[in-house]
């Protein structure tokens, strides 16, 4: 009988250290999906920024011109044409 225990217990320690080495891997999957998700996270933000920002430059182009199109058609002085014989 003592010859199938000491299997049995080597059998149960071999489980308990690929118990220990798989939730080791866990943990470093986990940190490392948290970093990815970080990184990501940051890189969306830097991104809506930068595309916020080319919005805003385009909206004051826009609203310039618009701008200097009404003051056009405000102040438009129309040519007076005579004709002389």
């Given at each position: 009988?003592?010859n199938?225990a000491?299997p049995k217990?080597?059998?149960v320690?071999?489980?308990?250290e690929?118990?220990s080495?798989?939730e080791?891997?866990e943990?470093?999957?986990?940190?490392?999906?948290?970093?990815?998700e970080?990184?990501?996270?940051?890189?969306?933000?830097n991104?809506?920024?930068r595309?916020?920002?080319?919005?805003?430059?385009?909206?004051?182009?826009?609203f310039?011109k618009k701008?200097?199109s009404?003051?056009?058609?405000?102040h438009?002085?129309?040519?007076?044409?005579?004709l002389?014989?």
């Amino acid at each position: 009988m003592t010859n199938t225990a000491v299997p049995k217990e080597t059998l149960v320690a071999m489980l308990s250290e690929i118990y220990s080495q798989l939730e080791e891997l866990e943990n470093e999957i986990e940190t490392s999906f948290s970093k990815l998700e970080d990184q990501l996270k940051t890189e969306e933000a830097n991104k809506r920024f930068r595309a916020e920002q080319r919005l805003a430059m385009l909206e004051q182009k826009v609203f310039a011109k618009k701008e200097a199109s009404e003051y056009l058609d405000c102040h438009h002085v129309p040519l007076k044409l005579e004709l002389g014989y």
